[in-house]
Every structure is written in structure tokens, then in C-alpha cells.
């Protein structure tokens, strides 16, 4: 499974962005898809998943409520709506794959890795 996530740019703060995850296939439609994010300095950390079949979500605490995860089966792609941004969501955007259903998703989980796509936001 190759994973191309597109969508990152600069924005100010209050600002939104769509991040997508393209799939070439595979066993995309299969997988629960998670979204991780690295700020500079810090280590990579968990931000939403999403089941195979849409039915279940889980978000960090820290996004909860600002950003949204969703996916299309009949497009390949899931997409990371990110809404209220602050400064402190600047950091490189990784999409994942992972065999892992329900909650719980984790870096140990994932199976295929995107290649990241860059969130800067500005004060």
C-alpha cells in the first residue's frame, strides 16, 4: 500500500486545513487509517483514526473537537479536516494504515506509513 497525504500549507491561527490521504489500493479499504503528526524536537505522536468501515473514530485531547477524520472507500482517500489551529498544531502530518480496529491505534499498530506533508501555523 503506497500512501501520498497532500493538503499542508501555512495558515494563521483560527485558520482551517484539509489534509487528504491518497491510496493506491491494496488493502486501504480494509484498514482503520490513522493520522500522526511530529512537531520539531518532539516525538511523533498519535491524532485520529478511523475504522475500515467508518463506524469509529477516536481522537487525541488535543484536537478533539477542532479537527474531524473521514474517508472515501470509493476514492481510496481519508481526510484530516483541521479547524481552530494554533501554533502548537504546526508539526509534519504522517496518514497510516494499520490492521487495527476499534481504538487504540498506535505508531506499533501501523503498517504502511505516508510520507508526511507539512502544517505551519502562524500567530
Known amino acids: 500500500v503506497q500512501l501520498q497525504a497532500s493538503g499542508g500549507g501555512l495558515v494563521q491561527a483560527g485558520g482551517s486545513l484539509r489534509l487528504s490521504c491518497a491510496s493506491s489500493?491494496?488493502?486501504?479499504?480494509?484498514?482503520?487509517v490513522a493520522w500522526f503528526r511530529q512537531a520539531t524536537g518532539k516525538e511523533r505522536e498519535f491524532v485520529a483514526s478511523i475504522t475500515w468501515n467508518s463506524l469509529s473514530t477516536e481522537y487525541a485531547k488535543s484536537v478533539d473537537g477542532r479537527f474531524t477524520i473521514s474517508r472515501d472507500k470509493d476514492k481510496n482517500t481519508a481526510y484530516l479536516q483541521m479547524s481552530g489551529l494554533t501554533p502548537e498544531d504546526t508539526a509534519v502530518y504522517y496518514c497510516?494504515?494499520?490492521?487495527?480496529?476499534?481504538?487504540?491505534?498506535?505508531?506499533?499498530?501501523?503498517?504502511?506509513w505516508g510520507q508526511g506533508t507539512l502544517v505551519t501555523v502562524s500567530s
Open positions: 497510516a494504515t494499520s490492521p487495527r480496529t476499534g481504538w487504540g491505534i498506535r505508531e506499533e499498530h501501523i503498517d504502511y
Open positions: 489500493g491494496g488493502t486501504f479499504s480494509r484498514s482503520s
